[in-house]
């Protein structure tokens, strides 16, 4: 399973797309630690991956992120992460070469 921000040459048939979110919740003292985002990440890509898995793709391209900070009047702040991306299968060359 690959992932791309860019597109791809190589022959292959769109599957869907995929989407994840993650989110994390800063405590009082830790309110303004936005570097903790950047945990966010692994988990959201994690996540495309066993989705798009399930769905029969070998991998997304033309991913995109999505970066919140969400905060609630009554609660504290979340960071919140979100990405998505088109799943591909590539198609069998075995087939392509007898045609």
Do not use: C
Request: glycine share 6%; aromatic share 8%.
């Amino acid at each position: 399973m690959f992932l791309t921000t860019g597109s791809i040459d190589k022959p292959h048939v769109i599957k869907g797309i995929v989407n994840a979110t993650s989110h994390l919740m800063l405590a009082s003292e830790t309110i303004d630690a936005f570097e903790s985002m950047d945990q966010l990440f692994p988990d959201v890509q994690e996540k495309m991956k066993q989705r798009a898995s399930d769905n029969g793709a070998d991998g997304i391209i033309n991913i995109k992120f999505n970066t919140e900070i969400a905060q609630l009047q009554v609660a504290p702040k979340f960071l919140v992460v979100t990405g998505y991306g088109t799943m591909i299968s590539f198609l069998d060359n075995k087939t392509d070469e007898s045609k």
